[in-house]
C-alpha cells in the first residue's frame, strides 16, 4: 500500500471529534487574525510616528504566521504525521491547487515574497498603475489602498510584481510634498526663492528634520517654481500642499508678482460645409 492509499485510509477514520478540533483551530486562527488586525493598528495610532510603521508592517507578517500554524495543527489531525505522509500531502496538495487555481496561487506567491522583500508596508503612500493611495492592509492575495478620494482599491500582488510601483515614503515617516508655481519671467528670482522658503517655514504642517528647497526651471512661456518641503505626517500631505499653495500665491500677489498664463495659441475657425 503506497503513502497515498494510507492517507486516504487515515482520512477515514478522522472522527467526530477532530472535526471538532479543526473547528476550534480554524475559529481560533479567525479570532487572533482579527484581534491582530484590529488592535494592531490602535495601538500603531498611539505611538510616536517613527514607531508607528514598524506596528503596522507586524500585521501581515503575524497573519501569515497564525494561517501556517493553523495549517499545520489542521494536517496532523487528518493524517498520521510521518515524513512520508507530510510529503505525500504537501505534493497532492500543490499540484490540485497549482492546475486549479494557478493565478491565485500566484497572487499568494507573491504575497508571501512582499513580506519578505517589503517594497511596501501597511502605512506607506505608493502609486501602482496609476493608482496613488495609502496600504491599509496586506492581505494573502491583495493591497488594500485607500486613495485620497476615501475609496478602497484592492490590487493583486501579481499586478504589482509586473508594474513599477511608486513608494513615497518607504517605510519611514518622511513624505516629499511639491508645490508648483508659475510665474511671468520679468521678476527677481532670488527675492521668489527667499519668499517660498519662508513660506514652508512657516507652515503649521512643517518637519523641521528635513531641508527645503526651492527649485527653479526656465521655461519658454516664464519660471516654474517648485516648493518642495516634507510635513510631520505623511497623512498630512495634501493639507500641506494646500496651506503651501495658498499662502505661496498670496505671498507672491502681495509681493508684485505676475503669474504666467497658459501658453495656447487660437485657430483660425474653419467654415461650415
Not at 487528518?78 to 500543490?94: G, Q
Not at 482599491?153 to 516629499?176: E, K, T
Not at 513660506?199 to 526656465?218: N, Y
Request: charged content about 20%; hydrophobic content about 50%.
Amino acid at each position: 500500500m503506497d503513502a497515498i492509499d494510507k492517507i486516504n485510509d487515515h482520512l477515514r477514520n478522522v472522527g467526530e471529534i477532530a472535526f471538532i478540533q479543526i473547528g476550534l483551530i480554524l475559529l481560533g486562527a479567525w479570532l487572533l487574525i482579527l484581534l491582530a488586525q484590529r488592535l494592531v493598528p490602535l495601538i500603531a495610532d498611539r505611538v510616536p510616528t517613527y514607531a508607528r510603521y514598524g506596528l503596522l508592517a507586524m500585521v501581515p507578517i503575524l497573519r501569515l504566521v497564525i494561517v501556517v500554524t493553523a495549517f499545520i495543527l489542521i494536517l496532523f489531525r487528518l493524517v498520521e504525521p510521518t515524513i512520508e505522509n507530510l510529503l505525500s500531502v504537501f505534493v497532492a496538495f500543490a499540484l490540485a491547487l497549482g492546475f486549479a487555481v494557478k493565478d491565485y496561487i500566484s497572487s499568494l506567491t507573491a504575497g508571501v515574497v512582499t513580506l519578505g522583500e517589503t517594497p511596501y508596508r501597511p502605512g506607506d503612500w505608493i502609486e501602482v498603475n496609476g493608482v496613488y493611495g495609502e496600504v491599509k492592509e496586506i492581505g494573502m492575495r491583495t493591497i488594500k489602498i485607500l486613495t485620497p478620494d476615501d475609496t478602497a482599491v484592492f490590487i493583486p500582488h501579481l499586478m504589482a510584481w509586473n508594474h513599477l510601483i511608486h513608494n513615497a515614503n518607504d517605510g519611514s515617516r518622511y513624505l516629499q510634498c511639491i508645490a508648483d508655481f508659475y510665474l511671468h519671467p520679468d521678476h527677481d528670482g532670488t527675492r521668489v526663492r527667499n519668499l517660498l522658503h519662508d513660506v514652508a517655514l512657516t507652515s503649521a504642517f512643517l518637519s523641521f528634520d528635513r531641508p527645503i528647497l526651492v527649485i527653479a526651471h526656465e521655461k519658454p512661456w516664464g519660471t516654474h517654481y517648485r516648493l518642495k518641503a516634507y510635513p510631520i505626517d505623511p497623512r498630512l500631505q495634501f493639507r500641506f500642499v494646500t496651506d503651501l499653495t495658498e499662502r505661496g500665491k498670496a505671498a507672491l500677489l502681495e509681493n508684485g508678482s505676475r503669474f504666467a498664463t497658459y501658453p495656447f495659441r487660437l485657430t483660425p475657425r474653419q467654415p461650415y460645409t
